[in-house]
Every structure is written in C-alpha cells, then in structure tokens.
C-alpha cells in the first residue's frame, strides 16, 4: 500500500523506516502468492498494474475495516481515536486476528485450542497480548472456560468482515484473465422458493464452472448474524422494510402474497371461506415477530381469540408434512408451496389475506461486490425476470 500511495519503493521505505530491500522482498513474495506482476517499475518511481490496483483496493478496505472495528468494539466512553487505532492496527499480528476469531467462533479458548490443534497456554498468550495492544478486556472467565465478551464478540465479527477483503482480492486476481474463479457464500431464508435460487446458481455455474458455492439456510436471526460477520456476502428471502440493523441495506426485489394454505380435501377445500371459519381450526405457523406472523395475527385483529397456532415451526419443509397430515392451516405464499400445490397436495383455500411479503437482497452497507458476486447477480435476476411477471432487475 505505501509504495502504491507514495509512488516509489525508496520513499515508502523511508515512510515505514525500513530497508528498501525489504520492501522488494516483501512485494516479490506477494507476486509470487498471486501469481501476478503487482508493480511496474520505471526509472521515475512505481506504478501499480491493474492487478496491484485491485489488491490496493483490497487491502485499503481490509485495513478500514480492521481500523473501523477497534474503535467501534470498545464500549469504554474513551474509545480509541483514529490515530490511537492506527498504532494498534500497526502491532496487531496475523495469529492474534486468527486466535480471536477462533475464540468467538468455537465458544471458549479451550474448544478453540482443541479445534485448531494448538496448546492453550499459546491461544491465551495470544487471547491476552491482543488485549494488551488494544487496552481493553476482549474476554470473560465462565464455567466453560475463557470466552469473548461483548466488545470481543463485536472485534471478532469486523474481524471476519476484513478478512472477506482479502479473499475476495484473491478471487479478483485469480480472475484477472478474464475467467470467473472463486466462491460465492449465500444466505438463504427457508421462505423463500428454492427452485429459483437453485435454477440461478446452475445457471452461473454453467456459464463459469469453476465457480464454487457455499449455501447457508436458516431462520432471519442467525442468517443476518452470518451476513454480518461475513459468514455470507448476501442474504436473500423476505426482508423487513426497515431491517432490524444500520450496518445492513435491503434491496427490493418482489411482492410475494399470503394464502392461506391446507391439504387438498380439507373440510374447507372448495368453499368460501370466512373468518368464523377459520377460527375453527388449529394452525402452524412461524414465531411471533416474523413477517407471516403478523399477517396470521392482523387477520384476528379485533375478535376476542386470536388463531389457535398449536406448533410453532421455523421451516417451511416442516410446516408443509404438518398440513399434509392434518387439518391445521398455515399462512404461506403460493410460491412457497408450488410443487405441492402443482401435485394436488395442498391447495390455497378461498380466503383473501391482504398481507404479503417483500422479497429482497439483504447485505452489508459497506459492501463492495467482486466480478463473481456480480456475475451470480445478474444470472439471479435474469432467473427472476423469466420466473416473476413484471420483475424489474435493480440498477
């Protein structure tokens, strides 16, 4: 990064107050990692190529992030400063940023040795010489053994999130030849219909079979913990119009209606369907707080009971054997159930729901998409735009 900000080897050898040969040293190793000329030396100084611009801008954000990260976990009122953050960041060691992962990740310092095969006596070494650099507590002692704190927990999550940068610098690179090379992590709600999700990934494949994929499913909660922490570079599924957190941005995609949802043959199959009907029946649906909760609540809105829910149910997968094998109701999109509803197992009944969900993309404010994270982008909306009337792609 000096040489690239200051324009020479001499001068950002002079600026780090280290030898110049150590600086070609150290840039040689980085192009040999790469595989891939970062410089272009001339008599007048050094110039990055195109694929030292992409590290460049690769490892200004890593650094933003790991910088960003210091400050914001410490919940003294005297955070560290920006400068004071720079000192830190400068002593800050690739093992302590491993370690404190590690920590976070498996629960306790104990776990986190006998995962990564390392002694404990060396990841509390590490655990506290990062606390002493940063000046303040990362950990607490609990019957399990050292674990993060809240402020540890926060360091760790950025920590994550910079270290996206540098793997998506590897994919860049790899890629600079024009090919599409690397892995694109993909958080997915259950609620969202996964033929499309897995006719856009085929799709991309197809088109750059060296792409790999990493597909997390899940609840809302630990979905977004995942994209958060940069377990996931997207979050796709029913969004929450203003999402729960100012650290992530929603993209709107498509409205996707509520029926209500019961096996083919239910007393009610057939019928026009009224509230008093419904009330009649037992019902599954997801926890309170989720968007298809509230639409099953609004519709009880004002009566004396609201609905019967008997089993609460985080998956589709699951809510769908229940109505198959019962007669309790569900509020679900019709997308949602397309296969069964096709094979005339289960059926919208006639009943209107005012309600629906918003489908969209969910990810980090701060976000900067690589050509194969983008690529996988277009091929989902282009799926989109074949499988939902009147989808229009976002800019």
């Known amino acids: 990064m000096s040489v690239c900000e200051l324009g020479s080897l001499n001068a950002a050898a002079r600026g780090l107050n280290i030898a110049q040969p150590a600086i070609t040293q150290a840039i040689s190793r980085l192009e040999d990692v790469y595989a891939a000329p970062l410089l272009t030396r001339r008599s007048g100084g050094s110039q990055p190529t195109e694929e030292g611009r992409i590290l460049w801008r690769r490892c200004e954000r890593f650094f933003r992030v790991l910088q960003r990260g210091i400050v914001l976990a410490s919940e003294r009122a005297a955070a560290p400063t920006l400068t004071q953050s720079s000192n830190i960041l400068s002593r800050l060691t690739a093992a302590q940023i491993f370690t404190h992962i590690s920590v976070s990740q498996h629960g306790s310092l104990l776990l986190a040795a006998k995962a990564d095969g390392l002694s404990v006596s060396a990841l509390h070494r590490a655990a506290r010489d990062i606390e002493r650099n940063l000046g303040y507590e990362l950990y607490a002692k609990t019957p399990q053994g050292l674990t993060v704190n809240r402020a540890g927990a926060e360091l760790a ?72 922490s940069g377990e996931a570079d997207m979050l796709i ?22 029926s209500i949802i019961a096996r083919k043959g239910h007393p009610l199959d057939g019928k026009d369907v009224s509230l008093d009907d419904l009330a009649a029946y037992e019902w599954v649906a997801q926890r309170d707080g989720t968007p298809v909760r509230k639409a099953l ?63 969209g993309i969910t990810m980090r404010s701060d976000w900067l998409p690589s050509r194969t994270q983008l690529f996988f982008l277009e091929n989902f909306y282009e799926v989109l735009s074949e499988e939902i009337q009147g989808f229009v792609p976002p800019r």
Do not use: W
């Open 157 to 228: 999550r950025q920590f994550q999130i910079a270290l996206r940068e540098i793997a998506a610098a590897e994919e860049e690179l790899k890629g600079s030849d024009g090919s599409l090379k690397g892995r694109v992590l993909i958080a997915s709600l259950p609620m969202i219909r996964s033929s499309i999700l897995g006719k856009a990934i085929n799709r991309t494949r197809a088109r750059a079979p060296r792409l790999d994929f990493v597909v997390l499913e899940g609840v809302y909660d630990t979905m977004l913990k995942a994209l958060r």
């Open 237 to 258: 599924g029913a969004i929450r119009q203003p999402p729960p957190v100012d650290d992530v941005t929603e993209t709107y995609l498509f409205g996707d209606p509520y």
């Open 297 to 359: 609540n609004a519709l009880f809105e004002g009566r004396d009971e609201g609905p019967r829910v008997r089993i609460e149910a985080p998956s589709t997968l699951l809510m769908r054997s229940i109505l198959l094998d019962s007669d309790a109701l569900a509020v679900l999109s019709v997308r949602q159930v397309a296969l069964e509803v096709g094979l005339g197992l289960l059926t919208p009944l006639r009943f209107h729901v005012p309600a629906g969900r918003a489908i």
